[in-house]
């Protein structure tokens, strides 16, 4: 079955260590996002890709890596800077235009930093 | 830019009743995409249903159907025969339709938390 997976759904980590989660499709997607949901909010766009060895800034992209190795994979790294990391993180795909033209969502990681 | 305004943070109903879910959005462009995804407690993002903007009939898929007023901005989602596998979050959702500029991104309203009372 075609799909994105996101691993490790769960995630603790020390204050002023970088984390890096991951997120992986299989569905030949040519974009990937990343997205930040906190408690009763919406999505917030972090960075997104439309091809390999390309990623452009979001909306709250301070604090926050990506890098785009391989059309699979689209790793989020969270570093140090970024001051409130604790958040559900959702990756996303899409086809690069056309139908569907929904995007598709991965399970999500619970980052919670202490 | 883009925005996407949920206006009912929280909505319940009875099982078996029908509800409606707002959704407006403000935007400049004529061709887009609309959306409505569902986020039971799971947290997984699901598709409920789309809508493409030049189309004017509403789109239906099953029990869910959306009342898509292009000229108001005004993008609303109702629930028929609610069952308790409908509890959920609800967000609505804008992606423009010139792929090439935006990249595909979507715009997300806040959410509207879904009750269904037995």
């Known amino acids: 079955d075609g799909g994105i997976t996101q691993s490790p759904k769960y995630l603790f980590r020390k204050e002023g260590q970088n984390v890096t989660l991951s997120c992986e499709q299989n569905?030949?997607?040519?974009?990937m996002y990343w997205y930040r949901q906190d408690p009763g909010q919406g999505l917030r766009l972090i960075y997104y890709?439309?091809?390999?060895?390309?990623?452009q800034k979001g909306d709250i992209a301070e604090g926050y890596s990506v890098s785009r190795e391989k059309k699979e994979s689209f790793p989020l790294t969270v570093t140090s800077a970024q001051k409130n990391p604790t958040a559900f993180y959702l990756c996303a795909s899409s086809v690069q235009g056309g139908s569907p033209y929904e995007q598709y969502f991965g399970p999500g990681t619970r980052l919670t930093v202490t | 830019a883009q925005t996407v305004t949920q206006s009912q943070p929280e909505m319940s109903v009875q099982e078996a009743e029908t509800v409606t879910l707002s959704c407006t959005y403000d935007?400049?462009?004529?061709?887009?995409?609309l959306f409505w995804y569902k986020q039971p407690p799971s947290r997984q993002m699901i598709l409920v249903i789309r809508q493409e903007a030049y189309k004017q009939q509403n789109a239906t898929e099953n029990r869910f159907s959306v009342n898509f007023q292009k000229a108001a901005k005004s993008f609303s989602l109702k629930i028929s025969d609610s069952q308790l596998g409908d509890a959920a979050m609800y967000f609505c959702?804008?992606?423009?339709?010139?792929?090439?500029?935006?990249?595909?991104?979507?715009?997300f309203g806040d959410g509207t938390t879904l009750t269904v009372k037995p």
């Open positions: 890709s439309q091809i390999v060895n390309d990623f």
């Open positions: 569905l030949n997607h040519d974009a």
């Open positions: 959702a804008y992606r423009s339709y010139l792929y090439n500029t935006n990249a595909g991104k979507s715009t």
């Open positions: 935007t400049s462009e004529s061709d887009y995409y």
